[in-house]
């Protein structure tokens, strides 16, 4: 049914997937929505995704985390109390009981600093404990990070893969740190240093956590980057590259065999090139300078 200038209204069983959907990701990165809050975003959701084909969960709940990450960015850029509690909802820390030393860390950052250590350290033996302590420390450091610089992010609706992006590099900082391996020179232990067993093994505990974040990094790239401007040989390269962590011979192995032709890694570094100056031209435009 469509409304008035030609936006589509969503059927009732699409605003009850957007109300799981936002409910479950309420209940995984601790949203502190009141039933108003809550209901306005299924309502935006369930409105962006009418009439759109194949809505999928994935695509529900990619949805839900852009505009709640929006709403946040807009919180944020406006200041005062409503500010701190949207970085409270970001990183959180509960003590169960005042005498005890139990602690119970929550948010988006600390899940996804969690997720990247989990990935960076599996099969090294680390402790749960130890595991939550280093994802809470880079929680900390990637809170720094927001609280003083997401006016960087210009566009609102790329908040949540910029999030997503420097709850990674404050995980990566807090492994190059050694305090992983108890300040050794040793380097934690990377998903390719590992057998094929213990990388079957590591994916499958950790893909239902590791999807939202994907999902975040994904929708980031095609909304400042706009991927689809570039070819089917540049996206390859660039997604196989920067989100698989493969090397260009690598590529090209798995393009040959898909492809049933033969393509070489002198191919595939061209195509990324190219692709990395498409990509950077389309920041640009959207105002993203060069500085670090």
Same mark, same amino acid.
């Given at each position: ?10 059927? $009732? ?13 309420? #209940? ?6 009141? *039933? ?16 759109? $084909?194949?809505? @999928? ?9 852009? &505009?709640?990450?929006?709403?946040? *960015? ?10 701190? /509690? ?13 005498? =005890? ?7 988006? &950052?600390?899940?996804? @600093? ?18 939550? /302590? ?5 929680? #900390?450091?990637?809170? =720094? =990070? ?8 210009? !566009? ?35 998903? !390719? ?7 079957? #093994?590591?994916?499958?505990? *950790? ?25 089917? !040989? ?26 049933? #032709? =033969? ?9 990324? *090139? ?10 640009? !435009? ?7």
């Amino acid at each position: 049914m469509t409304a008035d200038r030609g936006r589509i209204c969503p059927e $009732p069983a699409l605003a009850a997937r957007c109300r799981a959907a936002v409910e479950r990701l309420t #209940a995984r990165y601790g949203w502190r929505l009141d *039933h108003a809050a809550a209901a306005a975003l299924v309502a935006d959701a369930a409105e962006t995704l009418a009439g759109e $084909p194949g809505q @999928a969960e994935r695509l529900l709940e990619q949805t839900c985390c852009r &505009l709640r990450f929006a709403r946040l *960015h807009a919180v944020l850029a406006a200041g005062g109390a409503t500010a701190a /509690q949207a970085l409270d909802e970001l990183y959180s820390v509960r003590w169960f009981e005042a005498e =005890t030393t139990d602690v119970r860390y929550g948010g988006y &950052l600390f899940r996804s @600093a969690l997720t990247v250590l989990r990935r960076r350290l599996a099969g090294s033996g680390i402790e749960q404990t130890t595991l939550e /302590q280093l994802a809470a420390d880079a929680a #900390a450091r990637a809170l =720094t =990070t927001v609280r003083a610089r997401y006016a960087d992010c210009r !566009d609102a609706d790329s908040f949540w893969g910029w999030t997503a992006r420097v709850a990674e590099r404050a995980a990566i900082d807090e492994l190059r740190s050694g305090r992983a391996t108890g300040g050794s020179s040793l380097r934690a232990a990377s998903l !390719d240093a590992l057998g094929e067993g213990q990388l079957g #093994a590591a994916a499958a505990d *950790h893909a239902e956590e590791r999807q939202v974040d994907a999902i975040a990094v994904r929708e980031e790239l095609l909304r400042k980057c706009r991927l689809g401007k570039l070819s089917r !040989d540049q996206r390859e390269a660039l997604v196989r590259s920067f989100w698989g962590g493969e090397k260009p011979a690598e590529i090209a192995a798995a393009l040959s065999a898909e492809r049933a #032709a =033969t393509v070489t890694a002198a191919q595939v570094s061209l195509w990324k *090139h190219r692709g990395l100056q498409v990509m950077e031209a389309n920041l640009r !435009d959207r105002g993203y300078g060069g500085g670090g």
